[in-house]
């Protein structure tokens, strides 16, 4: 069951001025693995965690560097949670993440889905 939607757009130029004006931008956001790739793909993981923050209801316990994102042999994007993060998405029965992302025309947008079993409590 779908338990949480969460969507993120991204303005790429603008993003990118904001992690030249503030280059520690990128230690707060981003997990070590992903702050050797190219500003448009930071900016599209920005809305990847943005869109899942949206679809958990809140920040609460969530912290940007313990949201990596990561992609399947395939390319697929996928979310690898880890410390309070991870905990909370567990506390919250979430079992599924989908994750949905692109960039083009000075843009980004990520798309998610959380998904419960049947019967499980959201946020409980």
Not at 43 to 48: E, G, L, P, S
Not at 84 to 109: F, N
Request: glycine content about 10%; overall charge negative; charged content about 25%.
């Amino acid at each position: 069951m779908i338990v949480g939607i969460g969507v993120d757009l991204v303005d790429i130029p603008r993003f990118e001025r904001s992690v030249q004006r503030t280059p520690r931008l990128l230690e707060r956001l981003f997990a070590p693995a992903e702050r050797g790739r190219a500003l448009r793909s930071l900016a599209a993981r920005y809305a990847a965690k943005e869109a899942l923050i949206k679809a958990l209801g809140g920040s609460d316990g969530v912290y940007w560097t313990e949201i990596e994102v990561t992609p399947e042999p395939s390319g697929r994007p996928v979310f690898t949670l880890s410390g309070s993060t991870a905990a909370v998405v567990a506390e919250r029965g979430i079992t599924a993440l989908h994750l949905s992302m692109t960039h083009d025309a000075g843009v980004a947008v990520a798309y998610v889905i959380a998904e419960a079993p049947d019967g499980a409590e959201h946020g409980a």
